[in-house]
């Protein structure tokens, strides 16, 4: 991968992140920055704080301290009625696709644009045909989730996480579940979206061939804090026990 210039703008900058469940205390000041246009992957471990940082990210959760600049917009001083907007300029896909069974794939795909814009629902449909070309799933417009194999699932949601053309989409897992050969197309895919689109895409991930495949830059997490952030290559010279042992392995944990 050949990421984007060091002097890239952040499109997303995240400054001392704290996070509780209860009396538990998962991210400990969290400090990293994802550059425009590039392949950001969050890593380390299980149970260190990955999903959680993602979802404080985009106000899943809200943070308990700290800040998270994104898209120009302070996300952990915006109020529940101020959210949707900028909401609207970013794409999500959960680790299981969360498709809706009960929708055929372009309904799926269009729902954003049902729920975020006025459309009429022959546009919404045109519109979702071009997101699923976009992905590989050309002509499986009226087919159901529980039609498609696990990977097409995948790449529907990716669709739909693209059908509002978003500066930014944020993957949770999206290799988890898929046999090798299917992760590695699903990487291609994203890589094609960054290159192709300029789109800029966080991942979160354990699975050490994905990385290797499309991180532009890695964010490792350890003990709910971000230990390292630069590149595959310079993560295995950093002189971080944890990190280097992570890259070292033949497979991810």
């Not at 509002?164 to 090798?180: Q, T, V």
Request: net charge negative; hydrophobic share 40%.
């Amino acid at each position: 991968m050949t990421g984007p210039a060091d002097t890239a703008d952040p499109i997303l900058q995240v400054r001392d992140l704290h996070a509780r469940y209860g009396a538990r205390h998962i991210l400990r000041g969290v400090d990293f920055e994802v550059r425009r246009g590039e392949i950001m992957v969050i890593l380390g471990t299980s149970g260190c704080g990955k999903s959680t940082l993602l979802k404080n990210i985009i106000r899943l959760y809200r943070p308990t301290a700290g800040s998270v600049e994104l898209l120009g917009h302070d996300m952990v001083a915006l109020e529940e009625e101020e959210l949707e907007p900028v909401l609207r300029g970013i794409g999500v896909t959960y680790q299981h696709g969360a498709l809706i069974n009960s929708l055929t794939v372009a309904e799926n795909v269009a729902l954003p644009l049902e729920m975020h814009t006025t459309m009429s629902p022959s546009l919404r449909r045109q519109v979702a045909a071009v997101k699923l070309r976009q992905v590989g799933l050309e002509g499986a417009e009226d087919r159901y989730p529980r039609e498609l194999s696990g990977g097409m699932q995948k790449r529907a949601a990716v669709a739909r996480a693209i059908v509002m053309d978003p500066a930014i989409i944020f993957c949770d897992e999206p290799s988890a579940g898929l046999d090798p050969v299917t992760s590695a197309g699903l990487d291609r895919l994203l890589i094609t979206l960054n290159e192709t689109l300029g789109m800029t895409i966080v991942v979160v991930t354990h699975e050490l061939s994905s990385i290797r495949r499309i991180a532009d830059r890695v964010t490792y997490l350890e003990k709910g804090r971000a230990v390292f952030v630069g590149t595959v290559n310079e993560a295995r010279a950093s002189g971080i026990e944890e990190v280097e042992r992570f890259f070292s392995m033949g497979s991810a944990l």
